[in-house]
């Protein structure tokens, strides 16, 4: 499809601003111009959207750069510059903007359309948040949180004589020579704990000034003020203590007897933790492709087949630059879809060494991007700035849609099997992680003053009410306490966490809904995307044919169905 870069009505065209200075102006005429008419409300709505729609983008992309390559001392801190020097003061003039528009008038019957109803709630929201001391401390908690990341990137292994990725080095946990998956295993365990004191330290800093910041504005905790900055409208901590139970009673059995398989098979009573992930039966690690072109390539291909919009989308942002997907020195762990608001086309990042894991990783991200396509003729940029259990609703159906179309990637049936079984055998896994780092967050604000000790003590206590008994960690002990330090989450994005699991089980129905009729899930699925966030959760989730539900039943009726899949997959 051919972007043109919009036309600009409010901005300078062509500016691509560096400092503060460039762009202040622009805040300083929203906040002096007047609101007299309803005509001068909705021209004024369109040019902040159009002046946020230029920020977040200008943000975006120093901030994808930045994560390319961290080696990069000019790239740090161009987004370093944006964190510390614009971000406090546009904050101060973004809540003058919001007042301004609050106190209009004409704010009270566009409440009434839903669209914007929507929109406006989220501005109110930030109103109620916003507190002229925690300027500086957000400003704070972004330089460190950034730390996080460039420790993590500088993580390497030598292994045999070469130097890896903690990425590529968790291929080898895969070998089928055991003693090649203990040396794996001991040595990313020995690099990661060489940063233990390091990220405790870090840790113990971001939740102290998170702390403040929620007292500051006047919550009793930073749980309860995050809950209200992440826009959880349609549901609750105690939904979420909800989730925990029901992922521990419906989701833990049935790991329980992917694991008792594995041992099994193993020869083994215990599973040691470096014999997780490798094929019991003796089969290597599946290995869909080899290179970045070849991931890509077969991923239009399958989406071409899914639906020809689909692949439209990927080869667009090919054709664009906007993919680098490949692992290399010096760049971020993990992988992002980046929304770019002004020119419409999504970002995609990732670390790609040729696993299973990494072909998910594309369609997920694909997931993202094709909802940033859906949206991206929304009239106000707010409309596209979604909530995490729909824009990862997006990412994980595409995941379990594109599952019948790996045939691009894996020639045998046999092949085929395996990776749509482990791709289910790993989200039943994930939504127990999910869930302990969920509640690990719940424990950690609510007790905020906590040594390093009751810490480690806490995520123990938590991860065995999870665990299935099968894991020895005999030896490695000091390993499994600081097993949270690889949770970026954690460091980075607090609370976004229990998002990935609601969505899940989101993701789990759409794919029920493709087995009865593919060609009407992906058309509701389309259509729940196009709306971007111009209705409420369970609105969107409905339009996709879905329950945003994630209660005791409806989790063991989604588990019923997982298992039940796995069971034709094995022939059973």
């Excluded at 608001?341 to 369609?363: K, W």
């Excluded at 094709?370 to 700035?385: A, C, M, P, Q, V």
């Excluded at 209660?551 to 588990?559: I, R, W």
Aim: aromatic share 12%; proline share 3%; glycine share 6%.
């Amino acid at each position: 499809m051919k972007i043109n870069a919009p036309q600009r009505h409010f901005i300078e065209e062509g500016l691509n601003f560096k400092t503060w200075d460039e762009i202040a102006p622009y805040f300083q005429r929203l906040k002096d111009h007047p609101i007299a008419t309803e005509a001068d409300f909705i021209q004024w709505l369109k040019n902040k959207s159009e002046l946020d729609a230029v920020v977040e983008e200008n943000a975006a992309w120093r901030y994808i750069r930045m994560t390319i390559d961290t080696r990069e001392q000019a790239l740090s801190e161009a987004y370093t510059y944006f964190v510390t020097e614009i971000q406090p003061k546009m904050a101060v003039l973004e809540d003058e903007l919001n007042q301004k528009m609050m106190q209009s008038p004409f704010a009270e019957t566009w409440k009434q359309q839903t669209d914007f109803g929507i929109y406006l709630r989220s501005v109110q929201k930030e109103l109620d948040l916003f507190h002229p001391e925690n300027v500086a401390l957000h400003a704070e908690i972004g330089e460190l949180s950034q730390q996080y990341g460039a420790i993590t990137a500088a993580q390497m292994i030598e292994y045999r004589g070469e130097k890896m990725t903690m990425q590529k080095a968790s291929l080898l946990l895969k070998e089928l020579d055991e003693s090649v998956r203990k040396e794996a295993f001991e040595l990313i365990g020995t690099t990661r704990a060489a940063n233990d004191e390091t990220l405790d330290d870090l840790f113990t800093k971001l939740v102290q000034k998170r702390h403040q910041v929620a007292i500051n504005a006047g919550f009793d905790n930073f749980r309860d003020y995050k809950f209200v900055e992440l826009g959880r409208f349609d549901y609750t901590k105690e939904d979420c203590f909800n989730f925990h139970e029901s992922i521990r009673k419906h989701i833990v059995p049935l790991v329980q007897k992917i694991q008792q398989k594995q041992a099994r098979l193993l020869g083994v009573e215990k599973l040691k933790p470096w014999n997780l992930e490798v094929d019991p039966t003796g089969k290597p690690a599946l290995k869909p492709f080899a290179t970045g072109d070849e991931l890509l390539h077969g991923t239009i291909a399958m989406f071409q087949e899914i639906d020809p919009f689909f692949a439209d989308c990927i080869q667009t942002m090919q054709e664009m630059g906007h993919l680098d997907l490949e692992s290399k020195a010096g760049k971020s762990p993990g992988g992002y879809n980046y929304p770019l608001y002004e020119i419409g086309v999504p970002f995609i990042f990732m670390n790609a060494v040729g696993s299973l894991r990494d072909l998910v990783t594309m369609v997920h991200e694909g997931g993202h991007a094709i909802h940033s396509f859906l949206s991206r003729d929304l009239e106000i940029t707010g409309f596209k700035s979604l909530p995490s259990e729909v824009a990862e609703l997006a990412s994980m159906s595409m995941e379990l849609l594109s599952m019948d179309q790996w045939n691009h990637f894996f020639t045998s049936d046999d092949d085929l099997k395996r990776a749509k079984t482990e791709q289910l055998e790993t989200i039943l896994k994930i939504l127990p992680w999910i869930a302990t780092v969920d509640e690990f967050q719940h424990w950690i604000y609510e007790n905020p003053m906590h040594s390093v000790e009751e810490r480690n003590q806490c995520w123990e206590k938590i991860t065995q009410s999870y665990g299935t008994g099968l894991v020895d960690w005999t030896g490695y002990e000091s390993f499994k306490t600081r097993s949270w330090h690889r949770q970026l989450h954690l460091f980075e994005v607090p609370f976004y966490y229990i998002e990935y699991g609601i969505a899940q089980l989101g993701a789990l129905a759409v794919w029920k809904n493709s087995k009865i009729n593919v060609h009407e899930a992906i058309e509701k699925y389309k259509d729940a995307l196009a709306l971007g966030y111009t209705k409420q959760i369970p609105e969107i989730y409905a339009t996709a044919g879905i329950e945003f539900n994630f209660s005791d039943e409806y989790v063991k009726n989604l588990a019923t169905f997982v298992e039940e899949e796995l069971n034709k997959l094995e022939g059973n």
